[in-house]
């Protein structure tokens, strides 16, 4: 690679505030690699962050490169027995838990207290994300990807893998009826892997015809839009005693209401979809119908799963890119991203 000490980065600075910069190119230290980014994808907290400075709770207490949805190439390694490393072709897991405490010990360490994502205010000061000519990350997160495997898909190995988290957080769905609440990015996904993993039924709900004619071109049994006046009606022809597992990925109060009242008995309910908080649950519905309700937060232990199951073809991600911008063109890819008939915009570097 270059031997120059900068390099081009997208830094945010506050609220529709990004600026392409030069600033200092990171050195890996030991057990890190340098990675080119030559794919990344814009996530719904990348919008966050860009439209009001801030996504939730988590505010920047400085400017900082946003992203964490990326793949790209090794070109330097800070240690001199990971030479062999130099030109691999990966995907980064962007999560960097701990590794000591309790629940990281568990395998649970999507959890963990500590926990350092890229792109992220989660953190003092915030982490430094992918929107940018090179990112340094731990070899363990380097997730080589085949020769025939493009960088594109190689970014979608995380969102696919909170997917494929909440799948497999819900208990098994194979055999089953599946509603998902939110056809937006992840419940594309979602609707993906439920099929990947054997569910019988999958039903969409979502109030954007985009959203309901991507899922039905994707494979879901019905889409339907939850506002029209038949919709209880109509869903009820597919699963007439309830769905035996819901997964809530809009973040509406209404539709985690809808995926309650469409539950079966003994059935689960997923949140995946971010709440506001104070967004009341009916408790009694889950005491006298016992129904498992049970939150999903990022991924853990599935990265290589998931790219099993594409390399496999057991799930076909390349209708879920919607549109690829050159990477100098990243505020024309946001702006892309916020449009109403999107799934997943990219920016790629392939120079």
Request: hydrophobic residues 45%; proline residues 7%.
């Amino acid at each position: 690679m270059s031997k120059s000490t900068t390099m081009k980065a997208f830094v945010l600075h506050g609220a529709e505030d990004i600026r392409l910069e030069d600033v200092p190119c990171p050195t890996p230290g030991p057990k890190e690699a340098l990675v080119k980014v030559r794919a990344a994808g814009i996530c719904g907290s990348d919008l966050h962050y860009h439209a009001h400075g801030r996504c939730g709770d988590f505010v920047p207490t400085r400017p900082f490169i946003l992203g964490h949805e990326f793949a790209g190439e090794i070109v330097a390694v800070g240690d001199p027995d990971n030479q062999s490393l130099i030109g691999s072709r990966v995907a980064v897991d962007p999560s960097r838990p701990c590794g000591q405490c309790r629940i990281c010990r568990q395998g649970r360490y999507n959890l963990c207290p500590e926990m350092v994502y890229f792109g992220s205010a989660s953190v003092t000061p915030p982490s430094e994300g992918c929107f940018a000519e090179y990112v340094v990350a731990p070899v363990t997160n380097c997730v080589p990807i085949p020769d025939h495997f493009e960088f594109a898909w190689g970014a979608l190995l995380e969102p696919l893998s909170v997917a494929t988290h909440a799948v497999m957080r819900s208990g098994g769905v194979a055999g089953k009826s599946v509603l998902i609440t939110g056809g937006g990015t992840i419940g594309q996904m979602i609707l993906l892997v439920a099929k990947a993993f054997g569910a019988s039924t999958v039903v969409i709900s979502d109030v954007k015809p985009f959203s309901r004619n991507f899922a039905m071109e994707q494979g879901a049994s019905a889409a339907f839009d939850p506002t029209a006046d038949d919709f209880s009606q109509q869903v009820t022809t597919l699963a007439p005693d309830g769905f035996e597992v819901a997964f809530e990925a809009s973040g509406v109060p209404a539709a985690l209401d809808q995926a309650f009242q469409l539950a079966a008995r003994g059935s689960t309910v997923v949140q995946v979809g971010t709440l506001v908080n104070g967004v009341a649950v009916p408790v009694n519905t889950l005491l006298t119908r016992e129904i498992q309700y049970l939150g999903s937060w990022r991924f853990a232990n599935v990265f290589d799963r998931v790219l099993d199951l594409i390399s496999s073809g057991a799930i076909d991600i390349r209708t879920l890119i919607s549109q690829k911008l050159p990477f100098s063109e990243l505020p024309a890819a946001i702006q892309a991203a916020t449009g109403a008939d999107v799934i997943k915009v990219q920016i790629e570097n392939l120079d």
